[in-house]
């Protein structure tokens, strides 16, 4: 079995969005099987940024 881990750190360039969120994901996790593709995200989607 395959054990993988990921640590993405903050680089400082994040950018400001002053539009309201439409969506908010909290915790998300997003499993392949028993394989954990995706672990505790959260992150919100302003209005009209998706096409």
């Given amino acids: 079995m395959l054990d993988h881990q990921m640590t993405v750190a903050p680089t400082g360039d994040t950018a400001v969005i002053s539009a309201p969120a439409v969506f908010s994901i909290?915790?998300?996790?997003?499993m392949y099987?028993?394989?954990?593709?995706?672990?505790?995200?959260?992150?919100?989607?302003?209005?009209?940024e998706i096409t």
């Fill in 33 to 48: 099987g028993s394989f954990t593709a995706v672990r505790d995200i959260t992150f919100d989607i302003p209005k009209n």
């Fill in 26 to 30: 909290e915790a998300m996790q997003v």
